[in-house]
């Protein structure tokens, strides 16, 4: 039987691992095909391992496991000229593109007074500016292709806020906003722009020291540290739920939602 996506093709950042690899195991399983793009390599700040060339290969892999196409390449989403190659190289070789899904971002937690300008603009410029050079480069081809659908990764705290991330608070907030921004003027070629806010996601993001530093910093104020807890008895999901959600978005069955903000967060965003 075929897939909600056949014959599609999707472009997604950071599919090296997490939600990213995730997202392209699951729209390839319904019949896309993939151009991929991750940095893997180091990202400076965060406390968390760093994806890899390695990573990313595995991708590849489990999507020509699935007897999908993929083109995939080394790619910063900060690059806009570069993030415009890889987009364009991989229109000319699948034929078309259907499907964004700006899902590259980065967290680093620290206090208000903690949080250095360097901190600030790394943030900033991976999830805000990353994402709108998803959509830059993605969209020209979608209206070539009279239609499609947009899907941006924001985060629980793009809806509420993420109690001792400022600067990850601010960038998705803006993620929320440019969703309802490119919806609005992107509605007249068919494209449909939504966002999906996941709560917390069992990915490579809690690797390293990250689950130290967001004991660290709850400890400066134990109170907001309660804040997102779920109304469901689980603490966290699986990458594979926020997929769900993304194919969804990707395919006709959501042929009428944009402008939306798609919480898979247990409801966290609540308490």
């Known amino acids: 039987m075929a897939g909600r996506l056949e014959g599609k093709v999707a472009f997604i950042t950071g599919a090296a691992r997490g939600q990213g690899r995730a997202h392209a195991v699951k729209l390839a399983s319904e019949g896309a095909d993939i151009i991929a793009v991750d940095l893997a390599g180091e990202i400076p700040l965060v406390p968390y391992d760093s994806s890899s060339l390695e990573d990313l290969n595995e991708t590849v892999r489990l999507v020509e496991g699935l007897d999908r196409r993929i083109i995939f390449e080394q790619c910063d989403v900060r690059d806009l000229e570069k993030m415009r190659s890889v987009v364009d190289r991989g229109v000319a070789e699948l034929g078309h593109l259907d499907v964004v899904v700006a899902n590259a971002g980065i967290c ?16 900033m410029d991976t999830n805000v500016v990353g994402v709108w050079n998803t959509v830059m480069v993605g969209a020209p081809h979608l ?50 722009v939504n966002s999906v806010h996941p709560g917390a996601v069992n990915t490579p993001m809690g690797s390293g020291s990250m689950i130290e ?8 104020n134990p109170p907001l540290a309660a804040m997102g807890t779920p109304f469901l008895p689980v603490w966290s999901v699986e990458a594979e739920d926020i997929a769900n959600a993304v194919a969804f978005l990707a395919s006709d069955d959501a042929k009428y939602i944009t402008a939306e903000h798609l919480s898979i967060d247990a409801g966290s965003q609540y308490f």
């Open 143 to 192: 209206v070539t292709a009279g239609g499609g659908s947009i899907i941006l990764t924001s985060s629980y705290a793009g809806k509420k806020m993420q109690p001792f991330m400022i600067h990850y608070t601010a960038s998705k907030h803006a993620v929320t906003g440019m969703t309802r921004a490119f919806a609005a003027e992107l509605g007249k070629h068919h494209i449909r």
């Open 108 to 123: 680093i937690p620290a206090t208000w007074d903690e949080t250095t300008p360097e901190m600030f603009q790394v943030t």
């Open 213 to 220: 530093a967001i004991t660290r910093t709850n400890a400066s």
